[in-house]
């Protein structure tokens, strides 16, 4: 069983008009350092409390976590390698906003262990770019790319958005084919989002957002299996196509429902049969931490059939499914819902196995819902 551990990086030189993360865009030393003080605290209370865990990927992840120091990242990189095991090969991913790529920042995050980048590009049209309030431009994109690979980082995943304000289809595709062009070992897709509180959230209200529509946003999705297929990639999760050997091993590991530990504020773990979060947001962490108050915001101990059932959804995600004799209660208990889903074209079986098509993947969330809300209700 693989192991990951997350840590939360919640600043960002700006916000973005439809974040909804925790995050803030105040860099104020006096908050740095409240912060680091308290990740350090976080680090030595995990480290009491579960032991020495081995872990086989890190991953920092925000908010920005590239827009920190080479100090910065370089004390929380000894402190969570003092307190914690690694594996030899283990895979270390840092988020990374185009534009925020000097090369010797990255030669310094090279040589601290960093073998994976996941560049959030979004988008390979500045109109677009600025729309979504992002600071990049598509030349930051190319050159962040570039000083990534001098600093013999080869290894880059894209994130791309769809269903964009303003957005079509032609913008989506030229979008994969850069993503392509440019070697990206991974692209992973996200939708956009809009939270009530966001600007777009505001505009949305107002009747002013113009997404496009539910048939366009289907036909970028298929338009992504198609070109990304085409140039070699494996679209091994519902929303992430990798190169073959390239798929990031530590979303794997949730999407396999393993073992990760979360560090910083908002972050979830999973260990010991428990999924808990210690703080929702950065000022109640930041309080919690001085005061050593290490009562978690939220604390399941999952019973023996919820760990089933969520190694079923989660499963269902992959590109290999789900096979009946990992999860056979689940599968007798939701054997009507999925022969429905079977008979309306959303999921399938091979042998033993059952997968989501592709029109099950792109209604994932609605697939997931039938199957699990129905079971509630039951
Ligand atoms: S960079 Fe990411 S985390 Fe930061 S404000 Fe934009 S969307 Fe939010």
Redesign the pocket.
């Known amino acids: 069983m693989a192991k990951g551990l997350y840590v939360h990086i919640p600043f960002?030189q700006t916000?973005?008009h439809y974040?909804n993360?925790v995050?803030t865009a105040d860099h104020s030393p006096v908050l740095q350092k409240r912060f680091f003080d308290a990740l350090s605290t976080e680090i030595k209370y995990a480290r009491s409390r579960f032991g020495k865990l081995v872990f086989d990927t890190l991953y920092l992840g925000?908010?920005?976590p590239s827009s920190l120091s080479i100090p910065e990242i370089s004390r929380l990189v000894a402190e969570v390698r003092s307190a914690f095991d690694f594996r030899r090969d283990f895979e270390f991913t840092i988020e990374f906003?185009p534009g925020d790529g000097e090369e010797t920042k990255l030669k310094e995050f090279h040589a601290l262990g960093v073998n994976r980048v996941s560049l959030?590009c979004q988008a390979f049209q500045d109109e677009l770019l600025k729309r979504l309030g992002r600071r990049h431009t598509v030349e930051d994109i190319i050159k962040t790319i570039n000083a990534v690979r001098r600093a013999k980082i080869e290894n880059i995943s894209f994130d791309l958005m769809l269903r964009l304000p303003g957005q079509t289809r032609e913008d989506f595709n030229q979008s994969l084919q850069r993503c392509v062009e440019l070697g990206a070992s991974q692209v992973s897709l996200y939708d956009l989002e809009v939270h009530e509180k966001t600007p777009f959230g505001k505009l949305q209200q107002a009747g002013k957002l113009g997404l496009p529509g539910e048939d366009e946003h289907a036909r970028m999705y298929e338009d992504a299996i198609k070109i990304l297929s085409d140039a070699g990639y494996e679209h091994y999760e519902i929303s992430n196509f990798a190169k073959p050997g390239m798929a990031s091993r530590h979303n794997l590991i949730y999407w396999h429902n393993e073992e990760y530990l979360g560090l910083g504020p908002a972050a979830f773990s999973y260990l010991e049969g428990v999924r808990f979060q210690f703080a929702p947001g950065l000022e109640s962490y930041l309080e919690k931490c001085e005061a050593k108050d290490w009562k978690n915001n939220i604390e399941d101990r999952l019973s023996e059939e919820e760990k089933e059932t969520e190694t079923f959804v989660m499963g269902l995600r992959l590109k290999e499914g789900i096979p009946k004799e990992k999860c056979p209660e689940v599968f007798k208990r939701l054997q009507g819902r999925i022969k429905t889903l079977c008979d309306e074209g959303q999921m399938k079986f091979t042998g033993n196995t059952l997968w989501l098509t592709e029109r099950g993947k792109f209604l994932a969330e609605e697939v997931f819902g039938f199957l699990l809300e129905k079971e509630m209700a039951k």
């Open positions: 960002c916000r973005c974040c993360f995050t925000g908010g920005t906003n959030g």
